[in-house]
């Protein structure tokens, strides 16, 4: 889903990006072991829980809500 909003945002596949997840405390625990993988995985220079952008992409994880937002990194 990151990977798809990388594109529908138009960066360039080298971009690499802040991205910012909201999540309930089970889905944090699901992704957290695997926080490093993902971030490497969609470029991601930097990855944090909390409040995401307006803009946010919205997506369910085994039934559950996930927001993300990314701005490109500088």
Known sequence: EIQDARR???LHIT???ELVLAA???VRGWLLPHVDQLASQV???STTWGP???DAFHVELDGHPVQFSFVVAD
């Open 8 to 10: 529908e945002r138009d």
């Open 52 to 54: 995401v952008a307006d």
């Open 43 to 45: 470029l991601a220079a």
């Open 15 to 17: 971009d690499r990006i």
């Open 24 to 26: 309930d405390d089970e």
